[in-house]
């Protein structure tokens, strides 16, 4: 189960994968983290997923990371006299609170907290953004429109507001639920939908109170206005390009995505790239030549993982789309280029001891070519550091904390491993030169450069710097 890269691979688990034997067979074909998506199936269907993914770290002896998708809060309109209607670009279209059901005039919006922050002049983009509206005239209980991209709407197609933040927070009553559930459960991250403002993020992560990490989900423009904050919050980011698309430009989601990476790259939090990266793939056995592409390109921009969504779980060629993202990923991570992207978007080391440690292990490494660097943490942010440096060779991260080793499934070029609870350094050393030969990252006669933080255990205390031999 070795992996021979640096980017990690999220498959989403569903109906294509929910047996034993086809996520056994993910594993094997590259697969580090798996997502639960709670926008569909019941609980019963995820506990199962998830107890299997535990037998499979002890059938595999690696630890594998899980991620659980809140829902988040789902804007729709209500229904159709006659369950569907087409609207003409030009006609006026009235949005209303007051139930009853909807024509060609009209429609029912029973979100008073979009009137709330419409105004004049805002859009509406409806079904996806394939129907546009604009407000001329609104108050507390309806607006107004005029069609300008018509289109048939039907029965509870979903809204949105691109150019307001709403005054709604990003749990529903259903994801605290599922956010209990799934917390009872073990999950190791939580992937936060609807995101809008830090004070959303800082909401979640009170109720998860540290036991899962918080990985915000940046779908909204709202967020991307403030996206230094919501980073700083955040243990995780993902680019979801769905909902994205949906309310910028689609010309503006490619240099959004860059930034969002670029900006996760010199925080050391984890970045995934999500939304049709190999969408094809649902119903064909390969991908199309501008999907290998985007996939390549999120790796080149130096992304912690990439993520596949309906192509793993409700797909016709599951096993085929995690084996052509792990293809992908380590031809473009054996290309020259790459290392000329990573280290040119390296920043300078803050003047912290985690830091300094962190970019001299980095570099001694490269300078001995030494086969890894082996990093010793409790809460994984010594491997995180670690991380942000992009070193050239691979990051064993060391750590006794099996929920910390889970965690760090995620993070880009760390390979975690389980440990004993060490009781001295010279005696972690010995354990960690062990493991990596037995792991198959190191040989006898190579050297290690180890990282770790005395006293140990101690949290974000990373100061000494070790050079080792394999014997």
Known sequence: MKRDRNAKIIATLGPSSSSETVIAELCEAGADVFRLNFSHGTKKDHEKRYRAIRRMERRFGRPFGILMDLQGPKLRLGKFEEGRVRLHAGAPFRLSLNGGLGDMHRA???????????KPGMDL???????????????????????INGGVLSDHKG??????????????????GDLQFGLNLGVDWVALSFVQ??????????????????????????AIDRLD?????????????????????????????KRIVHTCRQAGKPVVIATQMLDSMVNAPTPTRAEASDVATAVYDGADAVMLSAETAAGEYPLEAVGIMNRIITRVENDHQYRILMAGDRRRPEATAEDAISAAARQVAETLSAAAVGAFTWTGATALRAARERPGVPILGFTPNKDTA?????????????????????????????????????????????????????????NILRIAWVE
């Open 108 to 118: 029912p919006l029973p979100h008073p907290e979009i009137f709330a922050a419409l």
């Open 125 to 147: 983009l409806l079904d996806d953004g394939k129907v546009r509206l604009n407000v001329t005239k609104c108050g507390s209980d309806f607006a107004q429109t005029v069609v």
């Open 159 to 176: 809204v949105n507001v691109p150019s307001a933040v709403l005054d709604v927070s990003p749990l529903t009553k259903k994801d605290r």
């Open 197 to 222: 403002r830090p004070e959303d993020v800082a909401e979640a992560r009170k109720l998860i109170e540290g036991r899962a990490g918080v990985l915000a989900k940046l779908e909204k423009p709202a």
């Open 229 to 257: 904050e919501i980073v700083e919050l955040s243990d995780a980011v993902m680019v979801a390009r769905g909902d994205l698309g949906v309310e910028l430009p689609p010309e503006d989601v490619p240099s959004i995505q």
């Open 406 to 462: 889970r965690r760090l499934a995620l993070v880009w070029g760390v390979h975690p491993i389980r440990t004993s609870q060490p009781t001295t350094f010279g005696r972690m050393i010995r354990e960690s030169l062990r493991l990596a030969m037995e792991e198959g990252y190191a040989e006898e006669g190579q050297r290690m450069v180890l990282i770790a933080g005395v006293p140990l255990g101690t949290p974000g205390a990373t």
